[in-house]
């Protein structure tokens, strides 16, 4: 499975919640229409002052050719699909969104632990935007992730799903990789991970203590963006 992530920034002179309304009521309905699209997942800050985005928006696809001809390539914020509900998406992107401050990854998503059978709707998500340590090169980080980190971080107490997600054009992505771990409890996400407003967090311990010793060995932690919010599932044709 393939998805496209867009961390949203809202336009200049918009205030959170007059984005959060124009997102969820206008631009919702006509994103998840958007030709190949199997998933859609629409995920809101739980503390929206200390978040360092306004949401995320996440649209999977079961083809990688697919994702491009509506959503674009890696390396290019900006897109320009010719037809459809691409086409109607893009144009209503200015109406909200601050498209240049928009980071977006497009990767592959890689299911490590699933409690839930893959129902992530009403699930709080801690979402990892992860750049590799200086000196490493993209395919040292990703054998460290994949082998040495993952199977510690599925073992943190509390998750209920973990996903890792690897560009699709390593080169021009904006990040390594994504790691998203789901909690069915906001608590235990914070126990585990801290809570939003700091790119660090330092839990006392089990595999959250362990993992987040583990980071040092791979990550740049002060480059890492971070998103703890809440995901509603707005489309699902995988289950």
Same mark, same amino acid.
């Given at each position: 499975m393939y998805k496209h992530v867009a961390l949203l920034v809202r336009k200049p002179g918009m205030s959170h919640e007059e984005f959060v309304d124009y997102w969820q009521t206008n631009h @919702? #309905?006509? *994103?998840? $229409?958007?030709?190949?699209?199997?998933?859609?997942?629409?995920?809101?800050?739980? @503390? #929206?002052? *200390?978040? $360092?985005?306004?949401?995320?928006?996440?649209l999977y696809f079961e083809d990688l050719d697919a994702l491009h001809a509506a959503l674009g390539s890696d390396g290019n914020r900006d897109y320009d699909p010719a037809k459809g509900k691409a086409k109607e998406a893009r144009e209503d992107v200015d109406n909200?969104?601050?498209i240049?401050?928009?980071?977006?990854?497009?990767?592959?998503?890689?299911?490590?632990?699933?409690?839930?059978d893959g129902d992530t709707d009403g699930l709080y998500k801690h979402s990892a935007f992860l750049v590799?340590?200086?000196?490493?090169?993209?395919?040292?980080?990703?054998?460290?992730?994949?082998?040495?980190?993952?199977p510690i971080a599925r073992e943190i107490e509390g998750v209920v799903k973990y996903d890792t997600v690897l560009p699709v054009d390593a080169p021009h992505a904006e990040f390594d990789g994504i790691a998203e771990l789901y909690f069915e409890d906001l608590d235990a996400l914070h126990d585990a991970l801290g809570s939003e407003g700091s790119r660090d967090y330092d839990p006392a311990k089990g595999k959250a203590?362990?993992?987040?010793?583990?980071?040092n060995n791979f990550l740049a932690i002060d480059e890492r963006p971070r998103f703890i919010g809440r995901e509603t599932v707005q489309k699902d044709e995988t289950r």
């Amino acid at each position: 499975m393939y998805k496209h992530v867009a961390l949203l920034v809202r336009k200049p002179g918009m205030s959170h919640e007059e984005f959060v309304d124009y997102w969820q009521t206008n631009h @919702t #309905p006509i *994103a998840r $229409e958007i030709e190949a699209v199997v998933k859609y997942a629409t995920v809101q800050p739980v @503390t #929206p002052e *200390a978040a $360092e985005f306004d949401g995320l928006a996440e649209l999977y696809f079961e083809d990688l050719d697919a994702l491009h001809a509506a959503l674009g390539s890696d390396g290019n914020r900006d897109y320009d699909p010719a037809k459809g509900k691409a086409k109607e998406a893009r144009e209503d992107v200015d109406n909200f969104l601050d498209i240049e401050s928009r980071p977006r990854f497009i990767g592959e998503v890689v299911t490590q632990k699933d409690e839930v059978d893959g129902d992530t709707d009403g699930l709080y998500k801690h979402s990892a935007f992860l750049v590799r340590k200086e000196g490493m090169s993209h395919e040292e980080f990703v054998d460290h992730w994949q082998n040495e980190h993952t199977p510690i971080a599925r073992e943190i107490e509390g998750v209920v799903k973990y996903d890792t997600v690897l560009p699709v054009d390593a080169p021009h992505a904006e990040f390594d990789g994504i790691a998203e771990l789901y909690f069915e409890d906001l608590d235990a996400l914070h126990d585990a991970l801290g809570s939003e407003g700091s790119r660090d967090y330092d839990p006392a311990k089990g595999k959250a203590k362990e993992a987040r010793e583990d980071v040092n060995n791979f990550l740049a932690i002060d480059e890492r963006p971070r998103f703890i919010g809440r995901e509603t599932v707005q489309k699902d044709e995988t289950r």
